[in-house]
């Protein structure tokens, strides 16, 4: 119900916002469409006289638009009609430096805004991102260049609004950024919908990036990212990112589909992810990490596909920085039908997830909290994962005798393939509490030496209607160490 009036609620925002505009074209403020006069000034005396005279929308026909950074202002829409293509400056100078971020589209503490159409917004990342490396090279700028790339702060996003409210992104396509694709950092009622990304020709290529926001929705996307598809953070311990619906879309990167927590300071909160499927994806379908101090509660997945996805369902928390342990409470995981490949998932893209992970088992999906940081009340229901089995015992760290071994990695960066060698092929849960499985099943297609589900330290842990197919049906399927109360019905 929450969940219903939220939608409705940021319906009702977006309709009213529509019925107000006022169209300006763009030509109108000397806005050249050839693709190689600077448009910068131009755009934003209309998108200043626009806010400034009650509103409306700067609207581009057919052509090439090109630009350095433009601010947005409240009450103003960018409309790009079909064809239209706003295209970003390749020299890094055109840029503007805020917030501790490069973009092409800024907007700070501003409201009802947006960008619509059928039009593209292309940022030439790539292109950016090389010169600007030309640039650090010859000493004009200065940069460490860690991993032989520039800071990504300094790379250009093609959309960064910071403190807006009111935020409409629908229809456009976004491509080719330096950074960071678009984000949302403590905004307010945000629309993402019926967009498409493609945004995976350079590092850190994420496809949507929320940030400590309250009432977003992202539907109806089509999302193709070298880097993380939707990903939650929570910059900042004063904010949390909540009241959060990701539904109807569909995602393919060489990270994960749908995560948060790598940076989870404050943390997530009623968060709900429905229907959704991923694909091609070479890291986690789902990743929810509390690692810098922050909460993760009162989470719902629903109706996910992961197809041809290197791990399912990662949940983990961590302590990044000493005395910060985050919480992990309430989730609940329901009808997902998953395939994890032998293979590598995402072979093809130009910045592939790291071989140095390789070789290596296929991980299970897993729930890893801490001694004294327990993940509690996780339900999994209704699950089918397929795994292709055949697991090379030559590349075991730890067996069953002697999971005390595997390490805790508390301030590790957190992935699924963080422990490399676990003892499960299924599920590795770990200091947990009342964890249940009902309808569960779990198909090995190859023999693996592997237990399909261990369980270390866990208090509580129901199984009901939990089935598991693999060839080596001799083999119990539930290994249970230290952990008390696991019923299997």
């Given at each position: 119900?929450?969940?219903l009036?939220?939608i409705?609620f940021l319906?009702?925002i977006?309709?009213?916002?529509?019925?107000?505009?006022?169209?300006y074209n763009?030509?109108m403020?000397?806005?050249?469409s050839?693709?190689?006069?600077?448009?910068?000034?131009?755009i934003q005396?209309?998108?200043?006289?626009?806010s400034?005279?009650?509103?409306?929308?700067?609207v581009?026909y057919?052509?090439?638009?090109l630009?350095?950074?433009?601010?947005?202002?409240?009450?103003?829409?960018?409309?790009?009609?079909?064809?239209?293509?706003l295209?970003?400056?390749v020299?890094?100078?055109?840029?503007?430096?805020?917030?501790?971020?490069t973009?092409?589209?800024f907007?700070?503490?501003?409201?009802?805004?947006?960008i619509t159409?059928?039009?593209?917004?292309d940022?030439?990342?790539?292109?950016?991102a090389?010169n600007?490396?030309?640039?650090i090279?010859?000493g004009?700028?200065?940069?460490?260049?860690k991993?032989?790339?520039p800071?990504e702060?300094?790379?250009?996003?093609?959309?960064y609004f910071?403190s807006?409210?009111?935020v409409?992104?629908?229809?456009?396509?976004?491509?080719?950024?330096?950074?960071?694709?678009?984000?949302?950092d403590?905004?307010?009622?945000?629309?993402?919908?019926?967009?498409?990304v493609?945004?995976?020709?350079?590092?850190?290529?994420?496809g949507?990036?929320?940030?400590d926001?309250?009432?977003?929705?992202?539907?109806?996307?089509?999302?193709d990212?070298?880097?993380?598809g939707?990903?939650l953070k929570?910059?900042?311990?004063?904010f949390?990112?909540?009241n959060v619906y990701v539904?109807n879309?569909?995602?393919?990167?060489?990270?994960n589909?749908?995560?948060f927590?790598?940076a989870?300071n404050?943390g997530f909160?009623?968060?709900?992810i429905?229907?959704?499927l991923?694909?091609?994806?070479?890291?986690s379908?789902?990743?929810?990490a509390?690692?810098?101090?922050?909460i993760?509660?009162?989470?719902?997945?629903?109706?996910?596909?992961s197809?041809n996805?290197?791990?399912?369902?990662?949940?983990?928390i961590?302590?990044r920085?000493?005395g910060?342990?985050?919480?992990?409470?309430?989730i609940r995981i329901a009808?997902?039908?998953?395939?994890?490949?032998?293979?590598?998932?995402?072979?093809?893209y130009?910045?592939?997830?790291?071989?140095e992970?390789l070789p290596?088992?296929i991980s299970?999906?897993?729930?890893?909290?801490m001694?004294d940081?327990?993940i509690?009340n996780v339900?999994?229901?209704n699950?089918?994962?397929?795994?292709?089995?055949?697991?090379n015992?030559a590349?075991?760290?730890?067996?069953?005798?002697?999971l005390?071994?595997?390490?805790?990695?508390?301030?590790a960066y957190?992935?699924f393939?963080?422990f490399?060698?676990l003892?499960?092929?299924?599920f590795?849960?770990?200091h947990?509490?009342?964890i249940?499985?009902?309808n569960?099943?779990?198909i090995?297609?190859?023999?693996?030496?592997?237990?399909a589900?261990?369980?270390?330290?866990v208090?509580?842990?129901?199984?009901?209607t939990?089935?598991?197919?693999?060839p080596d049906?001799?083999k119990?399927?539930?290994?249970?160490?230290?952990?008390?109360?696991i019923?299997?019905k």
């Amino acid at each position: 119900m929450k969940t219903l009036k939220l939608i409705l609620f940021l319906a009702i925002i977006a309709s009213s916002f529509c019925l107000q505009a006022k169209d300006y074209n763009a030509s109108m403020f000397g806005v050249k469409s050839n693709g190689t006069t600077m448009n910068t000034n131009s755009i934003q005396k209309g998108i200043d006289y626009i806010s400034e005279n009650g509103g409306g929308r700067l609207v581009f026909y057919v052509g090439r638009y090109l630009t350095g950074t433009i601010h947005l202002k409240s009450n103003v829409t960018i409309q790009l009609e079909e064809g239209a293509i706003l295209v970003g400056s390749v020299n890094p100078f055109d840029y503007e430096f805020m917030s501790n971020w490069t973009a092409l589209i800024f907007a700070h503490d501003q409201s009802n805004i947006g960008i619509t159409g059928k039009g593209v917004i292309d940022g030439q990342g790539f292109t950016v991102a090389t010169n600007l490396v030309d640039l650090i090279h010859n000493g004009i700028v200065k940069d460490p260049l860690k991993y032989d790339r520039p800071w990504e702060g300094r790379r250009p996003q093609n959309i960064y609004f910071k403190s807006c409210t009111n935020v409409r992104i629908q229809g456009i396509l976004l491509k080719d950024p330096g950074s960071w694709n678009q984000q949302y950092d403590q905004c307010r009622n945000v629309i993402i919908d019926g967009i498409t990304v493609d945004s995976k020709s350079y590092w850190n290529n994420d496809g949507i990036d929320i940030v400590d926001c309250d009432s977003v929705s992202v539907t109806n996307c089509y999302i193709d990212a070298a880097d993380d598809g939707i990903c939650l953070k929570s910059h900042s311990p004063d904010f949390i990112c909540q009241n959060v619906y990701v539904h109807n879309n569909t995602i393919r990167t060489s990270a994960n589909g749908i995560k948060f927590g790598t940076a989870s300071n404050g943390g997530f909160r009623n968060i709900k992810i429905i229907k959704n499927l991923v694909f091609d994806t070479y890291r986690s379908a789902i990743t929810f990490a509390a690692v810098d101090g922050g909460i993760v509660e009162n989470i719902e997945v629903d109706s996910l596909r992961s197809i041809n996805t290197g791990n399912v369902i990662f949940l983990r928390i961590g302590e990044r920085r000493a005395g910060k342990k985050g919480k992990m409470n309430n989730i609940r995981i329901a009808n997902v039908y998953a395939e994890v490949p032998a293979t590598k998932p995402d072979a093809g893209y130009n910045y592939e997830g790291p071989v140095e992970d390789l070789p290596r088992n296929i991980s299970p999906s897993s729930i890893t909290g801490m001694p004294d940081a327990i993940i509690e009340n996780v339900t999994l229901k209704n699950i089918e994962i397929h795994y292709p089995g055949g697991g090379n015992p030559a590349y075991a760290k730890v067996g069953l005798d002697e999971l005390d071994k595997v390490p805790e990695m508390a301030a590790a960066y957190p992935e699924f393939s963080m422990f490399k060698e676990l003892p499960a092929w299924g599920f590795y849960v770990r200091h947990a509490k009342n964890i249940s499985f009902e309808n569960v099943r779990l198909i090995c297609d190859k023999k693996d030496y592997r237990t399909a589900v261990v369980l270390d330290d866990v208090k509580g842990a129901s199984f009901k209607t939990f089935k598991v197919a693999e060839p080596d049906k001799k083999k119990d399927f539930i290994f249970s160490y230290r952990s008390e109360g696991i019923t299997v019905k």
